[in-house]
């Protein structure tokens, strides 16, 4: 958590990497009383504008929270939380996160919708908001480097490639 602006507007940072396994018997009850817990402290933290910072990287698909909780956690956020949001940034979003959100995006508010935006980088993310407000954990920096390693492989095995190089100067 931080704050960003004159206003001192909260930053609040959510590591999904870290949320429980979906395997633990008391799955339902621990993923309850976390939403329980994260609106209560929105609630006292927020009184002006704020953004969330949602971290998916580094996340395996077991400890994603599934769409039927996300519904009831957007349902059960108070007006007042809704409107002051401003942005919920998604980080290293998944394919299973964009889908998710391509199929609930008919039922959930256009105003909620544009609201959202998909940063693949931590460089991206430090574009956007004031980074030395945020704390960012060890793995998914870790994720970040990795991930940003292998897409300059992948470029530079393109430039290499005689074919693509032909193509690239057209």
Known sequence: TGYYGDGLNAIIVFAACFLPDSSRADYNYVMENLFLYV????ELMVAEDYMIVYLNGATPRRRMPGLG???KCYQM???RLRKNLKSFIIVHPSWFIRTILAVTRPFISSK???KIQYVNTLAELREMIPM?????PDSIVKYDEDKCIKRRMRTSCLSNDPEMASVEQE
């Open 39 to 42: 609106i209560s402290t929105l």
């Open 69 to 71: 909780w996300m519904k």
């Open 77 to 79: 956020i108070d007006r």
């Open 112 to 114: 909620f919708s544009s």
């Open 132 to 136: 030395e407000c945020v704390h960012i």
